[in-house]
């Protein structure tokens, strides 16, 4: 089930998915959590990283016992696998529950996503799952808003994307939880969300609705705002998360880490958004699950961000991208982020960077690409 490596193997679905049908961003969220849950059903199964619950149990369990809600509770501290999918689907399924909330990182989030999948397959509903509610606890990455998840062995080795025909039924995002969280995710989600950009070009110099389609050149567009808030604004926003201060600019960058990545993905049909960046992020979970597993999902992106503007001409912005990562405390190669960079493990990453969709077979893409591999070493 992991993700098509090739153009011909990826059947895309026509429908554009923007993200959420329910997307709250206020403080104050998690007591509204009782009220979007029996929008969808009456007995909740909640899926929560353990750091996470600790943060909310007091918040989420006043809410729902006010609204006489009873409900499910797993901890989960593993990865997003396909057996643990389905081990939360049939206990929800065993304990009468019919909404599925996930209460923590991008992880959970998917897990949360692929559980409410599997449930909905076992039970053969018309909609594919059952509805599922996001109480995202951190702006690291989209992964709450996409209609996908990214799945792992129980190891942490990527399968790359598992892919839903439909949206992600509501998000409740409480921004008191999100001033509080670790300043080192707001980073990597800056740059996981400035990876759009440089991502979506790959190879070329603009997208203009001459030569692409309205949605592409519409995300395109919504990147370059973002990326343009990033630059202004994301120093500020990593500085206020680290002294605990929810401000204008903690709320402006929550909105586009999570609700406006989402949607530009969703103006692409969630593929043209990502390329080599993104693609190095999988091989480096596959090939170097170990070595690279402290490190964050936007932190591993970043690394190969250097790689993906020099392989778009564009090698005079690499400098400004470094300083700042280095500025945000982030790695900037495969050696920091515990990668030995032999000349075999370059090869390694080389050889699948050029057989992904991301890459043309000729000459000139190979010489390119072998140009633009040389900023993971250095």
Not at 2 to 12: G, H, M, N, V, Y
Not at 74 to 81: K, T
Not at 98 to 107: P, W
């Amino acid at each position: 089930m992991a993700e098509a490596r090739t153009l011909s193997e990826i059947k895309l679905d026509n429908a554009y998915k923007f993200g959420a049908g329910r997307y709250i961003q206020q403080q104050g969220a998690l007591e509204t959590l009782a009220q979007e849950i029996a929008r969808l059903g009456k007995k909740p199964f909640i899926i929560a990283g353990p750091r996470a619950w600790e943060a909310c149990e007091n918040r989420i369990a006043r809410t729902l016992d006010e609204a006489g809600m009873e409900y499910r509770l797993s901890l989960w501290p593993g990865q997003n696998s396909y057996e643990q999918a389905h081990i939360h689907a049939d206990q929800a399924i065993a304990e009468g529950c019919d909404v599925i909330v996930g209460v923590g990182g991008g992880r959970i989030m998917d897990q949360t996503k692929a559980t409410g999948y599997f449930a909905g397959q076992k039970l053969g509903l018309p909609s594919q799952h059952l509805p599922v509610v996001e109480v995202p606890t951190s702006i690291a990455t989209c992964a709450a808003f996409a209609p996908l998840s990214v799945m792992y062995t129980p190891d942490g080795a990527s399968l790359g994307s598992l892919r839903y025909s439909y949206e992600v039924d509501a998000i409740v995002m409480d921004m008191d939880v999100i001033a509080r969280e670790p300043a080192r995710y707001v980073a990597s989600g800056i740059l996981d969300g400035m990876a759009k950009m440089v991502e979506m070009q790959n190879g070329h110099d603009n997208i203009d609705i001459e030569d692409f389609s309205a949605g592409m050149a519409a995300a395109f567009a919504l990147s370059r705002f973002t990326m343009d808030v990033y630059r202004r604004c994301g120093h500020q926003a990593v500085r206020d998360v680290q002294e605990g201060k929810l401000t204008k600019t903690v709320e402006d960058i929550a909105y586009l880490n999570v609700a406006v990545a989402g949607i530009i993905s969703g103006c692409s049909k969630g593929f043209g958004q990502t390329a080599l960046g993104h693609e190095c992020y999988e091989l480096i979970r596959t090939h170097f699950t170990q070595e690279a597993k402290d490190f964050l999902h936007g932190e591993i992106v970043a690394v190969g961000q250097s790689m993906q503007l020099s392989f778009n001409g564009q090698e005079d912005r690499i400098p400004e991208l470094r300083e700042m990562m280095r500025s945000f405390g982030m790695p900037l190669t495969l050696a920091d982020i515990g990668i030995d960079p032999t000349p075999e493990n370059v090869q390694v990453l080389y050889d699948n960077l050029y057989h992904s969709p991301f890459v043309e077979d000729t000459p000139q893409q190979a010489q390119r690409l072998k140009q633009a591999i040389r900023w993971l070493v250095q």
